[in-house]
């Protein structure tokens, strides 16, 4: 019996060493604090993790960039775009020091010995002064470089596509209007220097229309109007400044000589006058004269007479429309005489189909007041 027993002990016993893992407990779930039944949770084991090391990155803004090699010049400079950033160094992320006007005339005291790209333009760095005794750099691209051998030629390159593509912001046409000043001053070519003061007139009359009414007495608009007086002529009737029109005539009698004289011409012809006529038929004869007949007496054959020719004959036939609203008193008799004449004269030298509707004009005017 007891061998039995003993055998029967050893047939249930657990066996291949399975036993020694722990039975999966049962744990009884609740929903809304009612038990649910029992469900088996999967034994969890968290797994251990492995040691971490840090390495430190290594800080490539401690690397100090190669230093730009530069060498001593006297390169002449113009600045071509407003507002040209100085910098700290000849880098483009350096530090801002300042910024130039358009047209200013400098001297770089250094430049970097190799060309360096920003953006998509590749120029050498120029260590220039501002502010009296400062220096900084300015990158090439917004510079002209040039020598007495070019300065001319570089200046008009500058000036002509300003001139052609009309008034820009107020500050930037008076950046202008000063590199004119300072490039005619400095020119000894004949025809670039009349060219540039001619550009310097006409820019006058851009810089005024960019001045608002309102705010003449206000700056910058009252210290440029004060420092440039010379050149104004204030008009009652319109209260507005107006160029100085008898500063072109001027002009191109100074260089009469020379084939630009006539461009000069077309432009004091072109020239809003201060002042109104106020329905005086002398005072109308005279602004045509002043403008279109003083043209067509300089240049009878010049570029411009068939535009004068058909000015002075839109006036005119206007003039007679309303012949009967004028009035001339005896006094003025005299005056309207001489402008009747010097029209005249001016207008029979012309070859163009318009002549004829003048003259006819000019006679009907001395045949209902002069005679």
């Not at 047939?11 to 604090?33: E, F, I, Y």
């Not at 020091?97 to 005291?109: P, T, V, Y």
Request: proline share 6%; with cysteine.
């Amino acid at each position: 019996m007891k061998h039995f027993l003993l055998l029967l002990l050893v047939a249930l016993a657990p066996s291949g060493g399975w036993a020694q893992q722990p039975k999966p407990k049962t744990t009884p779930s609740t929903t809304n604090g009612n038990r649910t039944g029992s469900q088996v949770s999967k034994p969890t084991t968290t797994p251990k993790k492995p040691p971490t090391t840090t390495t430190k990155p290594i800080n490539q803004s401690t690397k100090p960039k190669p230093a730009l090699k530069t060498v001593s010049t006297k390169t002449k400079l113009i600045v071509i775009y407003m507002g040209a950033k100085v910098h700290f160094s000849p880098d483009p992320t350096s530090a801002q020091l300042a910024r130039l006007s358009f047209g200013q005339f400098i001297e770089a005291k250094s430049q970097s010995e190799q060309k360096k790209k920003v953006g998509n333009i590749e120029d050498y760095w120029y260590q220039v002064p501002y502010d009296n005794n400062k220096t900084g750099w300015i990158f090439g691209g917004n510079v002209r470089t040039y020598g007495e051998e070019n300065r001319e030629m570089v200046i008009t390159e500058i000036m002509r596509p300003r001139m052609r593509s009309g008034a820009k912001a107020y500050a930037e046409e008076v950046a202008f209007f000063d590199f004119l000043a300072v490039a005619a001053k400095e020119t000894q070519n004949i025809d670039v220097k009349a060219e540039l003061e001619l550009a310097h007139l006409v820019v006058v009359k851009r810089i005024l229309r960019l001045i608002p009414m309102e705010a003449r007495d206000k700056q910058p608009y009252k210290a440029w109007l004060a420092a440039n007086e010379k050149l104004l002529v204030f008009s009652e009737p319109t209260q507005a400044y107006y160029l100085r029109f008898d500063l072109l005539w001027d002009l191109e009698t100074r260089y009469r000589d020379i084939p630009f004289a006539e461009r000069i011409a077309y432009e004091a012809a072109i020239t809003e006058l201060a002042g109104e006529c106020e329905g005086y038929l002398t005072c109308n004869l005279g602004r045509l004269n002043m403008r279109e007949g003083r043209y067509l007496e300089r240049y009878p054959r010049g570029v411009y007479v068939n535009d004068m020719m058909s000015k002075i004959e839109s006036t005119i036939t206007q003039m007679i429309s309303n012949l009967s609203e004028y009035r001339i008193a005896e006094e003025d008799k005299k005056d309207l005489r001489t402008e009747l004449g010097f029209l005249r004269e001016a207008v029979e030298a012309i070859e163009k189909p318009q002549r004829e509707t003048i003259l006819v004009g000019l006679n009907a005017i001395e045949e209902k007041f002069l005679r």
